[in-house]
């Protein structure tokens, strides 16, 4: 099964700070996904990301949310300005060619 | 109606049992069906990934696909208290890749020794 790393582990910010979270993919993946977790709740999907570009995005990946993959090997999602709300697990996920997603272990992201 | 049902357990079992796992869905265009596994504060670990209506075993895990009824299923045999964890359901549109994944809500599961 693919390896994919997250930093940090955990995340503590203020509210209205800007935050970024890092998923590192061991071995080299086409696709890229973030999914967020709150507490209590489902898995839902925030964005998806081939060759550079967005490919998908839902409603939560508002214009506070921005992704990129700046040295080829990173992924990274920005929140611009944190709310309360935007407490929650954060997964990157990658897959090849076939939609076989394989999730990081996540950053848990606490805004205070 | 919700995209995705599962019963969110929880569920316990003895040790050495048939866990049967379930999850609807209304929306008739999903394909592929997955199930995965989430230990407490992990990731989700991908289990089992089928494509439409039939049968598909791994070990002591089984999932099955009733498109007609959009009804899937995840057995697990001779379970063990290493099988303790929440399990999610999830199945998207295409099999293409870049396609977004929608998840059930988890069923907890728990495996008594």
């Known amino acids: 099964e693919p390896e994919v790393t997250q930093t940090p582990s955990h995340q503590v910010t203020q509210m209205g700070q800007e935050v970024i979270l890092r998923c590192v993919p061991i071995?080299?993946?086409?696709?890229f996904y973030w999914y967020r977790q709150i507490l209590g709740q489902k898995v839902e999907f925030l964005v998806s990301?081939?060759?550079?570009?967005?490919?998908?995005k839902s409603e939560i990946f508002d214009d506070q949310f921005s992704v990129e993959r700046p040295d080829g090997s990173n992924f990274t999602l920005k929140i611009r300005s944190t709310k309360l709300e935007d407490s929650a697990m954060y997964f990157c996920?990658?897959?090849?060619?076939?939609?076989?997603?394989?999730f990081g272990p996540g950053t848990r992201l606490t805004v205070l | 109606q919700k995209e995705v049902e599962q019963d969110p357990g929880p569920l316990s079992v003895p040790e050495g049992a048939i866990v049967s796992l379930n999850c609807t869905y209304s929306?008739?265009?999903?394909?592929?069906f997955m199930w995965y596994r989430q230990y407490s504060r992990k990731g989700p670990e991908l289990l089992m990934y089928?494509?439409?209506?039939g049968n598909k075993e791994d070990g002591r895990f089984t999932a099955q696909v009733d498109k007609s009824s959009k009804y899937i299923s995840l057995f697990i045999r001779d379970s063990q208290p290493s099988d303790s964890a929440t399990y999610l359901c999830?199945?998207?549109?295409?099999?293409?890749?870049?396609?977004?994944?929608?998840f059930g809500s988890g069923t907890r599961l728990s495996i008594r020794p």
């Open positions: 996920a990658i897959s090849k060619e076939r939609n076989e997603q394989f």
């Open positions: 071995s080299n993946h086409l696709y």
């Open positions: 990301f081939y060759n550079n570009e967005i490919s998908e």
């Open positions: 929306n008739s265009a999903f394909q592929y």
């Open positions: 999830a199945m998207n549109r295409s099999g293409s890749s870049a396609s977004k994944i929608i």
């Open positions: 089928t494509y439409s209506s």
